[in-house]
């Protein structure tokens, strides 16, 4: 197909493919003249996978690339979960001082406790030692005691990630699948405790169901 009918079919604007094919995000079409190449299904496949990660995962083009490099190398599902993480997981400011060491126990503690094969080291531990001395740092420890009741929970999530991902069709499939489940899953949990968030918010304060519907109709407020 021309790349005309490429955007046409995965409804991305011509001057975005180009610039993907530019950024090397996009691998480029088999040349049928010097102005013309020919793209195929994995084309198709790709740029929805990159539309997805960017629009929908929230990544910025460098870390699509790195999520990308991830998919395209020839390292077993584990490694390019670790290279994914690494990719996504947010810059985690100083570490040091005492709420950081205290995190760090805490977080050694809890990958202990729950048997998780889990490096302390690894992104997302840091990421969540971060959280947590941010949150004794602000005194607000209730709210890192919550972790403690997260994790069984995570757990069960975790195991269902993986289950589907283990379905998939040959190696490609499932590295594929490895790198969707992290960074879309990330986003699809988290709108998810947001919708229960206001779920849980309106009960507790006694707001009507109603109260969304009039508010866009513009009746008034609670």
Do not use: C
């Not at 290279?83 to 400011?93: C, F, L, N, R």
């Not at 709420?99 to 094969?117: C, I, M, N, P």
């Not at 005194?139 to 403690?148: F, K, T």
């Amino acid at each position: 197909m021309r790349m005309a009918e490429l955007s046409r079919r995965t409804g991305v604007p011509v001057p975005t493919i180009k610039y993907y094919l530019r950024e090397g995000l996009l691998l480029p079409g088999e040349r049928t003249s010097p102005n013309q190449a020919f793209y195929d299904e994995s084309h198709i496949r790709r740029l929805r996978m990159i539309r997805a990660l960017a629009e929908v995962g929230g990544l910025p083009i460098a870390k699509v690339r790195d999520v990308l490099d991830a998919v395209d190398s020839p390292e077993e599902p584990f490694e390019v979960l670790g290279a994914v993480q690494h990719s996504i997981e947010p810059p985690t400011g100083n570490r040091e001082g005492v709420h950081w060491e205290a995190a760090t126990r805490r977080v050694s503690q809890l990958l202990a406790d729950h048997g998780w094969r889990a490096n302390v080291h690894s992104p997302p531990a840091q990421t969540l030692i971060a959280a947590l001395a941010s949150l004794h740092e602000l005194g607000r420890d209730d709210l890192a005691d919550l972790i403690e009741r997260y994790a069984p929970h995570v757990e069960k999530i975790a195991e269902e990630d993986v289950k589907r991902v283990a379905r998939g069709r040959g190696i490609e499939d499932t590295v594929e699948g490895v790198v969707i489940g992290t960074v879309l899953g990330e986003t699809m949990l988290g709108a998810l405790r947001r919708l229960a968030h206001q779920h849980a918010t309106a009960n507790a304060l006694g707001v009507s169901a109603d109260y969304e519907d009039r508010k866009r109709s513009g009746s008034g407020r609670e």
